[in-house]
């Protein structure tokens, strides 16, 4: 089983909401990731978290709040977004080694109005 | 930083024809991946190489690792219609658990 499995598919939020989008998998993979992906253009790196714990955050906005309660689970705080954070966002996890595979999920569309 | 030049950037192709495509840097990598992304949707994992030379297939698609480790090629043979949608490239250095990825090819077929 290779399923990484994210809530909601579609989101529409104002820009004073807070919501949260979350990400499981159940692959035993010990790191989990945050990308945004914008129309036409490759994934970008957020956070990256090994073994529940936050090992790459690559300078994101602090209205982008990650958490991983638990090494199966990964959520991503909004609050006080911006239109031009409207994107797919993505979750990906992998085992820790750094050869391991990444394996995403179908991802979240938010739309921020 | 590093790079990963993907080319073609676009395709559009017959039904039955073959497809190549390719990625270069001037760095060096240890794993190199394709990946499949239809619209609206997460990136599909195709193939994985871990190996200097290492040619992969799995079904219709053939993938290898370059020998100097900086590029790495896709083949489709007898492309299909479901087989539209964008490919990236990506690939891990030693000791990093970040993906660089490609721009994409996006690959379009006319019945």
């Known amino acids: 089983d290779t399923e990484v499995t994210q809530t909601p598919k579609h989101l529409v939020m104002g820009m004073t909401n807070k919501k949260s989008l979350k990400c499981e998998q159940h692959?035993?993979?010990?790191?989990m990731y945050w990308y945004k992906q914008k129309a036409k253009k490759p994934p970008e790196l957020m956070f990256v978290y090994s073994y529940e714990k936050l090992s790459i955050n690559e300078s994101v906005p602090s209205r982008f709040s990650p958490e991983c309660p638990n090494s199966s689970l990964l959520n991503l705080h909004l609050h006080a977004l911006q239109p031009e954070d409207s994107a797919l966002y993505l979750c990906?996890?992998?085992?820790?080694?750094?050869?391991?595979?990444?394996?995403f999920g179908p991802g979240t569309r938010l739309t921020v109005l | 930083g590093q790079q990963l030049n993907q080319s073609p950037q676009s395709m559009f192709i017959q039904e039955g024809e073959d497809v190549s495509m390719n990625c270069t840097s001037s760095s060096i990598f240890n794993t190199w991946l394709w990946y499949k992304q239809d619209p609206g949707e997460g990136p599909v994992l195709l193939i994985a190489l871990y190996k200097a030379g290492e040619l992969t297939s799995n079904g219709r698609l053939t993938a290898q690792f370059g020998t100097t480790r900086k590029d790495s090629f896709l083949n489709i043979s007898a492309s299909i219609p479901s087989d539209v949608g964008i490919y990236f490239c990506a690939a891990t250095q030693q000791g990093a658990q970040k993906l660089v990825f490609g721009q994409g090819t996006r690959l379009t077929i006319n019945p």
């Open positions: 990906a996890s992998s085992q820790v080694r750094a050869r391991d595979t990444q394996y």
């Open positions: 692959m035993g993979h010990r790191a």
